[in-house]
């Protein structure tokens, strides 16, 4: 049997952290409208597992609210900087907040006129 033993509460936590569960809440600006932006968020969601939502927003940017694993979500913010191929990302505003287990599936929601 091992016993895994921790110097600090910080190294419990590191050790942890990838299997943590949490929200993150982003959103998108430059050219990410007209170029499959929210396609490529789903099917990169669908692949991590991640559930939550995208949509487009009435100013030119995107969306997205988003729940799983940290480090998938971690992964989905590095592709959602990048962007898809055709996509100009110029900046991703991302808000980390706790996990509420909202969601159970992922899917891309009407643009939202404000």
């Given at each position: 049997?091992?016993?895994?033993?921790?110097?600090?509460?910080?190294?419990?936590?590191?050790?942890?952290?990838?299997?943590?569960?949490?929200?993150?809440?982003?959103?998108?600006?430059?050219?990410?409208?007209?170029?499959?932006?929210?396609y490529y968020?789903?099917?990169?969601?669908?692949?991590?597992?991640?559930?939550?939502?995208?949509?487009?927003?009435?100013?030119?940017?995107?969306?997205?609210?988003?729940?799983?694993k940290?480090?998938?979500?971690?992964?989905?913010?590095?592709?959602?900087?990048?962007g898809?191929?055709?996509?100009?990302?110029?900046?991703?505003?991302?808000?980390?907040?706790?996990?509420?287990?909202?969601?159970?599936?992922?899917?891309?929601?009407?643009t939202?006129?404000?």
């Open positions: 049997m091992c016993i895994a033993q921790f110097t600090t509460q910080n190294d419990y936590a590191n050790m942890m952290s990838p299997l943590m569960e949490s929200r993150v809440h982003m959103l998108v600006k430059g050219r990410v409208q007209g170029v499959s932006f929210r968020t789903q099917k990169w969601a669908l692949s991590l597992g991640i559930n939550g939502w995208v949509r487009n927003l009435a100013d030119g940017r995107v969306e997205i609210l988003v729940e799983g940290m480090e998938d979500l971690e992964e989905l913010v590095a592709r959602t900087k990048k898809p191929p055709i996509a100009y990302v110029e900046k991703v505003e991302v808000d980390w907040q706790p996990y509420r287990g909202e969601f159970s599936e992922f899917r891309v929601r009407n939202e006129f404000i």
